[in-house]
């Protein structure tokens, strides 16, 4: 599903959460077009992506931005970075069909290799994580089961799964920015979903079982469910809303308490 930046919805919420006062800082990108993934490796090294084609990078924390942009890809709306160092990353578009793509660097933006790209007309890409050089990518449900593909190359090479989480009807996940998969404080990876049930979908180690967790959060076909999840210490912070009503939105705190097994605790609405 198409989806929106929740940026400032997950400030918001980490910040009523661990009670510390956060500090936005605005920075010249030197672009104009949306952007809508954002990996920081350090301090100092980050990774910003969004529309036509556009990747940026900077070295000195931010006070400089410079375009690596993937070349002949003004087409493609890249809602999803992961970076590793300041030479190699990699970069997700989202779409229908063969629009949805992988691609890697290895030399920071001089050049990009395409490592993956969907060929089946129903998938769309949503959203990668990383774990070193393991990493998964979640794609919309295709014949019932969300789509998987995994790497263990730091994304060179990509595998499609055969034991992707099984989904209900009118289930997907959001393309907001690269966020509706994560791993987890426990080394597992937890995937989010929207639209007709709003769930977390735990991961095992070993990469092949997924366990379903019914959540407190608004969900609404085509456009409400959780957007986002990350990691908040111990536990995983969920964020989402209605991406048709932009005002509303919903956190919730997963915590893991047996094998497979979690909690999650709804939390109360960011003030405005």
């Known amino acids: ?8 919805l ?3 919420s980490f910040g009523a959460v661990a009670g510390e006062q956060l500090r936005v800082q605005a920075q010249h990108s030197g672009t104009t077009v949306r952007l809508r993934g954002i990996s920081a490796v350090d301090a ?5 992506s969004g529309r036509e084609g556009t990747v940026l990078r900077t070295l000195d924390g931010g006070r400089t931005w410079s375009s690596v942009s993937v070349p002949d890809a003004k087409a493609l709306d890249f809602r999803d970075i992961e970076a590793f160092d300041a030479n190699n990353a990699v970069v997700l578009s989202i779409g229908p069909g063969d629009v949805s793509r992988v691609y890697r660097t290895d030399n920071g933006g001089k050049s990009w290799a395409l490592v993956l790209q969907n060929r089946d007309e129903r998938a769309f890409f949503d959203c990668m994580a990383f774990d070193g050089q393991r ?4 794609g919309d449900p295709v014949d019932g089961k969300f789509q998987i593909h995994a790497t263990r190359d730091a994304g060179r090479t990509w595998t499609l799964q055969s034991t992707g989480p099984e989904a209900l009807k009118d289930e997907a996940a959001f393309a907001a920015s690269g966020t509706c998969i994560a791993t987890t404080p426990w080394g597992e990876r937890l995937a989010v979903t929207g639209g007709a049930a709003a769930r977390a979908m735990l991961g095992d180690s070993g990469e092949r079982l997924w ?6 959060m ?5 456009a ?7 990691a908040m210490g111990e536990d995983m912070l969920l964020v989402g809303g209605d ?13 893991f308490v047996a094998e497979h097994g979690m909690t999650v605790e709804a939390l109360p609405a960011p003030e405005r």
């Open 243 to 255: 991406f048709e009503h932009e005002a509303t939105g919903s956190a919730a705190r997963v915590r």
């Open 44 to 48: 100092d090294i980050a990774w910003a």
């Open 135 to 138: 990493g998964w990518m979640l």
């Open 224 to 230: 409400a469910g959780i957007f986002s999840a990350t």
């Open 1 to 8: 599903m198409r989806g929106i930046v929740v940026t400032l």
């Open 10 to 12: 997950v400030a918001a």
């Open 211 to 216: 366990f379903p967790h019914a959540t407190p």
């Open 218 to 222: 608004v969900h609404r076909i085509p």
